[in-house]
């Protein structure tokens, strides 16, 4: 939805009618994750993708046919030997995409309340149903506990209820998935199945050393969605101008702005100080965080002293054993530029579960069964 939120907040603003297909399920390999979302307006114009242009022809089609009025449809498409050059995924797996229209003002107005809520980076779910016992397309809006109530049904109070809890727990999570319930909200039922999207804000990506690889790192981290902040002491080197790129620029010692800033199961740390006076304080502080990722600069022999110094500073082995140092993945980087992809590679590693091996030398699935290591 990011990726095309300007496209949609400006056809909602102009009042030109669209269809949204919206990919809801996913099994076996597949291009896109559910959540990823293709509009096509009145006028024939196409923004987004939910298949990498597998399939795109077909829902194309199928959205024509839903703005013209032939209501809210759940389409699948797979493959099999004997199909892979008609409609389908040549990746082997199969997805399900619900596709629904914004006919009319009052459809884009709701639309258009949590297109805002995403793009000022505040927490909302969207729940739709998809098929059973409830009205296909239904819809309800779920902000977090005291950012206030539910808006639009599913159609009944206990299942409106129900969706609501569940919700803001998988907003919390930043899980996204089909959740299936009874018609009036009960549990371990299979009577409605409900499409829960959630939009967190960016996970946070703290740079810490003003240095080029840090510029780099910076880079590659806005690049794949983190909300990235670059802090270092000196204000020489802390500045807008040499880390444009950076949400924020910090010019603070690194643990004083670390313990002060909110960190969660989201956030990713790289260190790339190289010195014990910065390091060591730092990586104290950042190993008592909840932190999915902490990556660490230096040559093997800059890390044994580094550990050894955290072990006098009272760091025992559980937490010592977090750091991802020396940082990235073995590709034999040489550039700043290049040391930043190796950082970015063990970080996606490391959330999807990977090898780190080519994928040549592999059998079986390319994509990964399940959701990230840590929490999105």
């Known amino acids: ?129 998809l098929s059973g ?69 960016p996970p946070r990506m703290l740079v810490f050393g003003a240095i080029d690889h840090a510029a780099a790192t910076a880079r590659i981290g806005s690049f794949l969605g983190y909300r990235v902040t670059v802090c270092d002491a000196r204000p020489a080197f802390a500045t807008r101008e040499r880390f444009p790129v950076a949400d924020e620029v910090v010019c603070a010692w690194p643990h004083d702005y670390l313990e002060a800033t909110e960190v969660d199961a989201r956030t990713v740390i790289c260190v790339l100080t190289h010195d014990p006076k910065f390091d060591v304080p730092l990586l104290a502080a950042a190993l008592r965080t909840p932190a999915v990722y902490i990556g660490v600069m230096g040559s093997r022999r800059t890390h044994r002293d580094r550990l050894a110094r955290l072990r006098a500073a009272g760091v025992d082995e559980a937490h010592l054993a977090r750091l991802a140092s020396p940082v990235g993945l073995d590709l034999g980087a040489r550039t700043p530029e290049e040391t930043a992809v190796s950082i970015a590679a063990e970080i996606i590693q490391h959330r999807w579960g990977g090898t780190g091996r080519p994928l040549g030398e592999l059998s079986g699935a390319i994509h990964h069964p399940g959701g990230p290591t840590g929490t999105r």
Do not use: N
């Open 133 to 201: 016992a409830a009205e296909t397309g239904a819809r309800l809006v779920v902000r977090p506990s005291g950012a206030g109530p539910a808006t639009g049904t599913l159609g009944s109070e206990g299942l409106d209820a129900a969706v609501t809890d569940d919700a803001r727990g998988l907003l919390a999570q930043g899980h996204t998935g089909i959740q299936w319930y009874g018609a009036h909200g009960q549990r371990r039922m299979q009577e409605v199945a409900v499409f829960v999207r959630t939009y967190a804000p």
């Open 1 to 129: 939805m990011r990726d095309i939120l300007p496209d949609l907040r400006a056809r909602c603003s102009d009042g030109v009618p669209f269809a949204l297909a919206t990919v809801v399920a996913v099994h076996g390999s597949a291009p896109r994750d559910p959540g990823a979302v293709l509009a096509v307006d009145a006028a024939g114009t196409v923004v987004g993708s939910v298949s990498g242009g597998c399939v795109e022809g077909d829902v194309y089609e199928v959205a024509r046919e839903v703005l013209a009025g032939a209501g809210p449809r759940v389409v699948a498409y797979g493959i099999s030997d004997d199909e892979a050059f008609g409609v389908g995924l040549t990746c082997g797996g199969t997805i399900e995409i619900l596709v629904r229209a914004y006919a009319t003002a009052a459809e884009r107005e709701d639309l258009a309340a949590v297109l805002d809520l995403i793009a000022a980076d505040l927490p909302v779910a969207e729940a739709t149903v």
